[in-house]
């Protein structure tokens, strides 16, 4: 049996009680970390950078010179790296509920909405890396494709298509970060994503190649043909409006509800 | 400093916690007692802000959890030591708190020695832990910013003997220091082992509370006898309660009192003392049976799917 006595003092009395909330900047610092800091994480960064250089490398080696360009590689090496880079914002967010970190998480910064703030800094960066490296694998290609094909190098690119570009990988990480919030399950969330960005612009197609109506109303609302024209030489105010339309409604408006959600739910 | 106050949580038709009110004072290990689906785990997860209460408050150091600026650094909390990422290794787990909470890189040496845990475990994948060293490693994530309060649910499950005795010392010496805690366990040996005082819950109500002395002190009287079922029967003809505790029966009449029952009834008493805790035990056990699964009273449907 212990005796119990009165404690002199509490327990850190005698240290001034913290009086700064975490800073976002030290948060992200921290949701950067843990992006890469798994297995799952580190893996998946890795292979985005290894179908950059590998498709890069492929279409130098297969391709026809004549069809080599700049733009073209680009665009190539772009598909299927956006396509697996999202899945990065997928996880960053799922993986707390599906590995339950996110006792830990919220237990450390109870102010919910700052968690999300610092979660997506870093995946914008990351958006934005990964496109850089886009350019980069573009570049070599280019030269090497030149060089080898014994064809002339072709830049055929303009600022204004770079800086699109850009927003398009934005996108795609917002895409995937919307139904990382909206879904919180790591398998749930990252079937939706490859159901929304592979299987619903096949089946907006073939809506509009049957229903006419929707041929017409289509583009405003189906969020990955319009965020393609992104890719487009230039790009008209009507089709702008389309993606700030389909991005309303794929986007903002899943997002809005899904924060709504996460704010209040009970961690467990 | 831990105040609960009236709290309330409900689920729709479901209450799992019920107007609990209790303190957890500073320099006392608290412990919070109860079988499981009691209402602990819910209880523990609304004071870190990890669930919103129905009604009631819970407050920390006099503040609510969610508004200290970095609670980490005030309130050490372990609500699930098997929820912490497979995918990262014990040591990164810790830094990810200590950067979280701004503190020197240092602190994850200091915290993984003090649980236990070798260098060489710490560069494990948590996937590949023992429930044990979960436990240590959610401890140390506790420990981290030398908190002036800990909150943590059944810290005790998964550790060993020797496991249990290293977490008890750890307690002793955080609270002895003028540190509260607050531990929850389903097990009434573990409480006894370990805390000062105890507040025991069932079905989301808080049923007995006070210090462990109190609770354990003398329910009554044990009677042990070679005709146990006579002894029962003249003790109850004397007007006492009487409850059958294995080859003894319990009484709620004082040990001179029983002992002249006996005496009167020419029963043969092998053993006759002041019962230590089997109060507390008795109320807990019918607690216990009162959910368990194959308990003879079944549990109220409600119950099932209720937070542990």
Redesign the interface.
């Known amino acids: 049996m212990t005796a119990v006595t009165a404690p002199a003092a509490p327990r850190g009395a005698s240290r001034p009680r913290p009086t700064v909330p975490v800073p976002l900047g030290r948060l992200a610092g921290v949701e950067l970390r843990k992006i890469f800091d798994t297995r799952s994480g580190l893996w998946l960064a890795v292979s985005v950078a290894v179908v950059a250089v590998g498709s890069a490398a492929l279409l130098v080696a297969l391709e026809s010179p004549e069809s080599f360009s700049y733009q073209f590689f680009v665009h190539s090496i772009d598909y299927p790296v956006h396509l697996l880079m999202p899945m990065l914002g997928v996880l960053a967010v799922t993986s707390e509920w599906s590995q339950r970190g996110a006792l830990t998480t919220f237990a450390l910064v109870p102010r919910r909405g700052r968690v999300l703030a610092a979660k997506a800094l870093p995946l914008a960066g990351v958006a934005v890396a990964t496109m850089l490296l886009t350019f980069a694998c573009g570049v070599v290609a280019t030269l090497v494709g030149a060089a080898t094909g014994g064809v002339d190098a072709v830049w055929d690119m303009s600022l204004d298509e770079h800086l699109r570009m850009l927003a398009f990988s934005l996108l795609s990480m917002a895409v995937g970060f919307v139904v990382g919030v909206v879904l919180r399950s790591s398998p749930a969330a990252l079937v939706a994503y490859l159901l929304f960005v592979l299987v619903v612009p096949s089946l907006s197609s073939a809506l509009a190649a049957s229903l006419d109506w929707y041929r017409d109303a289509g583009p405003w609302v189906e969020l990955t043909s319009a965020q393609y024209e992104l890719y487009g030489d230039v790009m008209t105010a009507e089709q702008w409006a389309q993606l700030g339309t389909a991005s309303l409604l794929w986007l903002v408006l899943p997002f809005v509800l899904g924060v709504r959600r996460l704010l209040r739910v009970e961690i467990r | ?1 831990i105040t609960i106050t009236s709290l309330t949580k409900r689920y729709g038709p479901f209450t799992a916690v019920d107007e609990v009110s209790f303190t957890a004072a ?3 290990v608290t412990g919070f007692l109860g079988p499981n689906g009691a209402g602990k785990s819910t209880t523990l ?1 609304v004071l ?5 209460p129905t009604s009631g408050s819970a407050t920390v ?1 006099g503040a609510r ?2 508004d ?7 309130v050490g ?1 372990l ?2 030591a ?7 290794t014990g040591r ?2 810790l ?3 200590q ?4 503190l020197p890189a240092a602190r994850v040496d200091e915290s993984l020695e003090l649980v236990g845990l070798t260098p060489a475990e710490a560069r494990r ?1 948590v996937r590949d832990y023992s429930l044990g060293m979960r436990q240590r490693l959610g401890i140390a ?1 506790a420990l981290l910013g ?3 309060v800990l909150v943590l649910d059944e810290p005790a499950n998964g550790l060993d003997p020797a496991g249990i005795r290293w977490m008890r010392d750890l307690l ?1 010496t ?1 609270a ?5 805690v607050l531990l929850s366990s389903h097990l009434l040996a573990e409480i006894e082992m370990i805390a ?1 005082d105890i507040v025991m819950i069932g079905s989301g109500r808080v049923v007995a509370q006070g ?1 462990k ?1 109190e609770l354990l002190r003398g329910a009554g009287t044990l009677v042990r006898a070679d005709d146990v079922v006579a002894a029962g029967a003249a003790l109850a003809a004397a007007g006492h309660q009487v409850t059958p505790s294995g080859d003894a029966v319990l009484t709620d009449a004082d040990p001179a009192t029983a002992g002249r029952v006996m005496f009167a009834a020419g029963l043969p008493v092998t053993e006759l003392r002041a019962s230590d805790g089997a109060g507390l035990e008795d109320m807990f056990l019918e607690l216990t049976a009162a959910t368990a699964r194959d308990a003879s009273s079944p549990a109220t449907p409600a119950m099932t799917g209720a ?1 542990a």
């Open positions: 400093m500073a320099g006392r997860r870190a802000g990890l669930a919103a150091l959890y969610a200290l600026p970095n609670p980490g650094l005030e909390v609500l699930d098997s929820a912490q990422h497979g995918g990262r990164e787990t830094v990810l708190a950067r979280t909470m701004g994948r994530t030398d908190p002036r002793r955080f002895d220091d003028g540190g509260t000062d210090t002395d937070a």
